[in-house]
């Protein structure tokens, strides 16, 4: 898996590409979370470089949202193809994140 986290203002960007699985979430959550710890709440997560996600990738996205959100912060996504689409709308997680066509789209809605 590869992780690139930009930020842009008050907005991280998270670019997550390869696949987000049991055996590849430590490397997000650390990441994420030393993000979390240094007091950024909004985050763009850009998905169109990820092939593959698991249930362990799942859930650690949604413990993500909501440890974010704890905080008075939101995760935006973008870039879903394929697979990764189609788990989406299987598990119907676009109910639970907003999720956008383009990243500048994700980053309109932090204002």
Do not use: H, P
């Amino acid at each position: 898996m590869n992780i690139d986290i930009i930020k842009k203002g008050d907005v991280a960007v998270v670019k997550i590409g390869g696949s987000l699985d049991a055996e590849t979430i430590d490397q997000l959550r650390q990441k994420a979370d030393l993000f979390l710890s240094r007091g950024t709440i909004k985050f763009v997560v850009d998905l169109s470089s990820l092939e593959f996600v698991d249930s362990m990738g799942l859930g650690l996205l949604i413990s993500f949202l909501r440890r974010t959100r704890d905080k008075k912060g939101d995760v935006k996504m973008f870039g879903l193809k394929g697979e990764v689409r189609d788990v989406f709308e299987i598990t119907r997680l676009g109910k639970l994140f907003e999720i956008f066509s383009s990243e500048e789209e994700a980053l309109k809605k932090f204002g």
